[in-house]
């Protein structure tokens, strides 16, 4: 990085900017409490600094932990500590459309993440140590124990009607959740406690005792994870959903011991992409910028059919096996021909263990499947779910184990007379 040269005011306040600095580390999601913010105020008393680039280190040393955790901290310790274009930076990086900086420079992984951590606080605060507190100043106390709280409107709140501020909290929420699935039993035994009586294990040990049976062997059926496929569509109708669903699905493939053997992701408008490498990067942001620099088709036109066509043609037979489960994410939109559309669903459909489709049209209470794509789709998935809200995913989370989950399709299927 640019070290840019390092300007100390006549009347420094370095311990309170430190203090602040690490705050919007922390609302970054770097994990800083009050212990590590005096060690990087006495590691800065302590090593001093005559360079820019000492004190970036002596702060990394002492914030940073995680390989992850490296480009938050550049990008926050860049707009925050007093580069040229500071505001104009963060501005273009949480509004997109703002020309000047983001036609000079292109977004780095992480920036937006930075600006909205900084931003989150508006400015830093004027910390004056000489100021006394007004003895005379009235303290109101709220009771909010009856409110609903902010987390339980945002989870019913539409992705696309959020802003800035309710996306960024979103993401947060969504980090946090996890998609928890059911083993599943196979052919093949090991011995357990209780079970199935296991004669040859019995008799060999009654062997060893003369012929007595002194105790029964058990076996029961080995259990293991099934794999999640995941079809995302990144076409313009649905890049919104898209963006954070993947951030969804990030926080489930890097989650230990969710349940999942591997989870593989695809996205597709005109073209099918692999994007499962990318997910298994640490920092959402990087694994992200990764996906969507792979693939070439986002907010474009979609081709379902055909794209699903590519993917039971050259990958179903890789990451299908095994009882997986297939969640598709589409609005079903397809202007190509239903006929072969239906035939791809189908042969999708029969190598999946389940076909779980989340369409975020289905926010919509008068949502009927007039579209040809959406009728020659439906009769060939297990569930049909909604998938526009923290609290759809969350209702996903719960009957994703469910075989006898079907969603809204018993109820659309009549209204196609199927």
């Known amino acids: 990085m640019e070290h840019i040269p390092l300007e100390v005011p006549e009347n420094p306040r370095l311990a309170g900017n430190i203090t602040h600095f690490a705050r919007a580390l922390r609302r970054a999601g770097l994990p800083i409490g009050p212990g590590r913010v005096i060690d990087a105020i006495r590691a800065v008393e302590v090593a001093g600094f005559t360079e820019r680039r000492d004190f970036y280190w002596t702060l990394h040393a002492c914030f940073v932990n995680r390989p992850e955790h490296r480009v938050i901290f550049r990008q926050i310790f860049r707009l925050y500590w007093r580069d040229p274009r500071y505001l104009e930076h963060m501005m273009a990086a949480m509004l997109p459309a703002i ?42 106390e709220v009771d909010a124990s009856f409110t609903t709280s902010s987390e339980e409107k945002l989870k019913t709140l539409d992705f696309e009607q959020m802003s800035t501020a309710e996306m960024a909290q979103a993401k947060r929420m969504l980090a946090r959740m996890r998609l928890p699935v059911e083993p599943m039993a196979t052919r093949r035994m090991q011995a357990a406690l209780r079970g199935r ?18 105790a029964i062997a058990h076996r029961a059926p080995r259990k293991r994870w099934p794999n999640l496929v995941v079809l995302c569509d990144i076409s313009g109708s649905m890049s919104q959903y898209s963006r954070v669903v993947l ?3 990030h926080a489930v493939s890097n989650a230990k011991g ?31 910028a990764a996906a969507g620099a792979e693939a070439q088709d986002w907010e474009g036109g979609t081709r379902i059919g055909e794209c699903i066509e590519a993917f039971n043609r050259d990958w179903s037979r890789r990451v299908l096996g095994q009882g997986a489960v297939v969640l598709l994410i589409t609005d079903g939109l397809d202007r190509g021909a239903p006929d072969v559309l239906a035939k791809q669903m189908q042969r999708l459909h029969l190598s999946a263990k389940r076909l779980i489709w989340l369409n975020p049209l289905l926010r919509w209470d008068e949502f009927a499947p007039k579209a040809r794509g959406i009728a020659a789709m439906l009769p060939h998935v297990d569930s049909f779910r909604a998938g526009h ?24 299927m009549k209204l196609i007379g199927q």
């Not at 009586?197 to 002194?214: C, F, N, Q, S, Y």
């Open 389 to 412: 809200s923290i609290a759809s995913l969350e209702e996903l989370a719960e009957v994703i184990s469910r075989k006898d989950d079907v969603g809204e399709k018993a109820r659309l």
């Open 197 to 214: 009586v296991d004669p040859a294990k019995t008799l060999r040990a009654a062997m060893r005792t003369g012929g007595e049976i002194r």
């Open 258 to 288: 969710a349940g999942w053997a591997k989870v593989h992701a695809f996205t597709f408008g005109t073209r099918l992409t692999n994007i499962t490498r990318h997910l298994d990067h640490r920092d959402v942001d990087a694994a992200l």
């Open 247 to 249: 951030h969804f699905l």
């Open 99 to 140: 020309r000047g900086v983001q036609e000079e420079r292109a977004g780095q992984a992480g920036e937006k993440r930075a600006a909205e951590a900084l931003l989150d606080g508006a400015e830093a605060p004027d910390f004056d140590m000489d100021q006394d507190e007004d003895e005379g100043e009235t303290q109101i």
